[in-house]
């Protein structure tokens, strides 16, 4: 009793909480998901003949791809606390769609069905299904270690670290075209650099002369994203995405730059931070509706129209997810919570028997 007690004081506590957190970076956080979305979204034109439409693709590529970074970014930022409740029904909204999607793939859309594809499904985070999610997970299960290596490092030595690794996973395949992991930096490599990269930011700050010159730095990184993959672009003829991967140096900057700007923005916003709750089902859902409506825009891609069918390609995806999950919450959500609060009560007992013995 006086278990579950405390258990519902943690849940009320968590409620204010969530009432109160930085909306700004709640904001960001959303944003980072749309940008995501919004280079999915596109990455089916890419056979465009058309110059502005070109254009247009490779700018929503050289912001689109800092959202991942900026995702994790706040993750460290904010700094992940292991909560079997939460874990669990992260689990669960990642397992949920992972079947549904396959249903919906096999049954309407008729994409053939393999074993291969149902045990992926059936098993989405071990069969890195979603890499995104797979890589969250791992780190979430690592953060309590990472936590601790952070608290005990010293600045100096927490500096090395960041130097050390940025050297062989960033720098590597910025400057020399080098990749160790082969992966474009979308990997649980790049995913924990991101994390102690926010760690670091909420312990010790950015650097005041990069504070000072935070938009000049910004500005310039993005700009040289574009004009990069605009110049590779224009002597292959096909659209190159080189200098926008997770792993580049100018995206990791310019990540640091937006979320700098964004750490400034103090506000307070339920709206903001109940929409923020929707960012991994918005993720989940995202390929299934892109394949659902790619006959619908891809169509355009020689078009001037490209951009309105992008845009209200997007706008749907959005409204279709906060539908669905609104939905799933509704209909799934007390047994969600129930098993979510039994699990953590054993493994609360546990916890509490190993710690005894």
Known sequence: LRMSRGLGDVYKRQEIMAATRHSGLECLRIISIILIVSMHILGNTFHTSNWLNKEFI????????TGVTLFILISGYFGIRFNTHKFFKMLV??????????L???????????????????LPILSKKYWFMTCYVVLYCFSPY??????????????????????????????????????????????TLAYLIGQYLKTYGLPENMKRHSREILSGSLAGIFILNTLLTAMSGNIILRFARDNNLLIIIASIMIFYQFTRWHFSSRIINYLAGYVFALYMLQGLLIHCLQPWYTPYADSNLLVLYF?????????????????????????????????????AKIKMFADNH
């Open 104 to 122: 919906i793939e096999t049954i309407w859309l008729h994409t053939p069905h393999t074993w291969t594809g149902l045990a992926s499904s059936l």
């Open 311 to 347: 845009m209200g390609t997007l706008v749907s995806i959005c409204l279709t997810t906060l539908v669905i999950e609104w939905s799933r919450r509704l209909l799934l959500g007390k047994i969600e919570n129930k098993l979510a609060n039994a699990i953590e009560r054993r493994g």
């Open 58 to 65: 490779l700018f929503i590529n050289t912001l689109g791809n």
């Open 93 to 102: 909204v990642v397992w949920f769609y992972s079947i549904v999607s396959y």
């Open 146 to 191: 990472l936590n601790r290596l952070v608290h005990n490092l010293s600045q100096k030595s927490y500096k090395q670290l960041l130097l050390l690794w940025g050297f062989f996973f960033v720098f590597a395949p910025t400057i020399l075209f080098f990749e160790i992991q082969n992966d474009t930096g979308k990997g649980i490599i790049n995913v």
